[in-house]
């Protein structure tokens, strides 16, 4: 079995004055007709393959035997498996590493798997879902404990799916995970970046399977709770303020029926109070799930892409565990997520006027972690950006303030000694969403060893760093560059 996993963040080689020029993405073609709502007429309780000749395609299919083997624990960093122990009954993966938390569980399984349109094995089909990882800035009050995390550093997912091939460890399946998400559309063409890439391949076929992806040990990735700062406007609407896994499968084969596990509706796991069951901040015991949870924030349908195609597959699955049969039926892939607290807190504190850019607003400097320097955790972030442009991030141990050096179009908010974060992966591209980052939990810089003119220095207790962003930017037509406004960290 192989893993790739990839941190997306678009990377360039190091480069100098002038700054480069930033192309577009290319996108999918626009859908010449609307996607579905996802508040369609749900379909009355039928069973799977009654419901899926309603829906007007050959896209479920019974679990047979209703068995889900385990297949155990995948362990990236060793390539080494942790096979289930004889005599469980559980049809779960093993869990998650030791010291991680549940943030989110869509587990209560429907009997079910879907092939999509059709069936999985047209390739570069991918099904989307989506779900909330909870944040004091979205989570809706009376749910159980207030979460005090803003951003999660993933460490291990549980997944479930079907692969009828009869060919040995030939099952194949990508996941691709969002930030943010609109379940209406492609997140290609709605400008969400990707957090990550998870591909799968050699996984247990000729089967229904459940197994854990373990990430710890160098293949972590972050994500953050809160959406909205990556789509402007989305603030509070849950149905996109949440997070997108984008599901492929990618099997050799292409042949038999392959698909994702069904799972998940609150009708009968607890109603709305349901929902996040079984993670760290509601009923972290499970108590009362005996049918399994339903995902914080999972929605009732898929969103498909096909080439040009956008299909949305609302209320259209219904549950026969025999835990009771939903009022609605629902539609939501099994998964369950596990991570440690990322950098979280709010830190630092702006200071020194920046010029508007060609968007008309100014970019602004944040930062989220720890200010104790010790613990590495901290991510810089600049929004506002013009959009599919590219900059990078600058640091002094001197504030400043310089109008529009070097025929810039932006203040310079440095003095001193100045160093640059340009190193691979560093130097990025503020894509549809007009943003750049630097996680240092991710592996993308270190408190510990920041550039600091010819040297590598780490931040220490009692230190005040400076910190802003430069990048290109167009005045009247003709290329120039800016600068964000500035953010000064006092570490201790």
């Known amino acids: 079995m192989s893993i790739t996993l990839i941190a997306l963040a678009a990377a360039s080689p190091l480069w100098a004055q002038p700054l480069p020029q930033a192309s577009a993405p290319a996108l999918r073609p626009t859908p010449s007709t609307a996607a579905p709502s996802k508040d369609a007429p749900g379909a009355p309780n039928v069973g799977p393959r009654d419901l899926a000749s309603r829906a007007g395609a050959r896209d ?12 155990g624990t995948y362990h990236v960093a060793t ?30 399984e429907t009997g079910v798997f879907t092939v999509g349109i059709g069936s999985l094995s047209f390739p570069g089909q991918i099904t989307y879902d989506e779900g909330v990882l909870p944040t004091p800035a979205n989570f809706t009050p009376g749910l159980g404990t207030q979460p005090d995390r803003g951003i999660y550093e993933i460490t291990a997912f549980d997944i479930q799916y079907c692969d009828m091939d009869s060919t040995p460890m030939s099952s194949g399946w990508t996941y691709t995970f969002y930030e943010s998400f609109d379940p209406i559309g492609d997140p290609a063409m709605t400008g969400v970046p990707a957090a990550a890439v998870v591909a799968l391949s050699g996984l247990p076929s000729n089967g229904c399977w459940s197994l854990t992806v373990d990430l710890t040990g160098g293949s972590e990735f972050s994500m953050r709770g809160d959406g909205a700062p990556l ?74 892409v096909l080439g040009p195609q956008i299909v949305r597959t609302p209320s259209q699955y219904s549950n026969g565990t025999g835990c009771g049969m939903a009022s609605l039926p629902y539609a939501s892939a099994y998964m369950k997520l596990y991570a440690t607290e990322g ?25 989220v972690g720890s200010t104790i320097a010790a613990t590495d955790k901290l991510r810089l972030e600049v929004s506002n950006m013009p959009l599919n442009t590219f900059g990078f991030f600058l640091t002094s141990r001197t504030a400043g303030f310089s109008v529009m050096p070097a025929g810039s179009q932006g203040n310079l908010c440095l003095d001193g000694v100045i160093g640059r974060f340009d190193d691979t992966g560093q130097i990025q591209s503020s894509g549809p969403a007009g943003i750049i980052s630097i996680d240092s939990t991710a592996g993308q810089w270190s408190v510990l060893a920041q550039p600091l003119g010819g040297q590598v220095l780490p931040a220490m207790a009692g230190e005040r760093w400076h910190y802003t962003a430069w990048y290109r930017d167009i005045v009247g037509g003709s290329p120039t560059s800016n600068f964000a406004d500035g953010l000064f960290i006092d570490f201790n």
């Open 60 to 71: 479920l299919r019974s679990i047979p035997g209703g068995q889900i083997k385990r297949a």
């Open 79 to 108: 390539g080494t498996w942790t096979r289930p122990g004889n005599g469980s009954s559980r049809t779960s993966a093993l869990g998650g590493p030791a010291g991680s938390d549940v943030v989110y569980s869509n587990t209560s």
């Open 231 to 304: 789509a402007a406007g989305w603030q509070d609407e849950l149905a996109r303020d949440s997070f997108g896994i984008g599901i492929e499968y990618t099997s050799a084969q292409m042949g038999a029926d392959a698909g994702i596990v069904l799972a998940g509706d609150p009708d009968y796991t607890g109603g709305i109070g349901g929902f996040g069951a079984g993670t760290y901040f509601i009923d972290p015991s499970e108590a009362g799930t005996a049918c399994g949870t339903t995902g914080f924030g999972a929605q009732d349908g898929f969103t498909i």
């Open 343 to 367: 950098p979280g807190t709010s830190v630092g504190s702006s200071y020194c006027v920046a010029n508007a850019n060609a968007t008309g607003s100014i970019a602004r400097m944040s930062a």
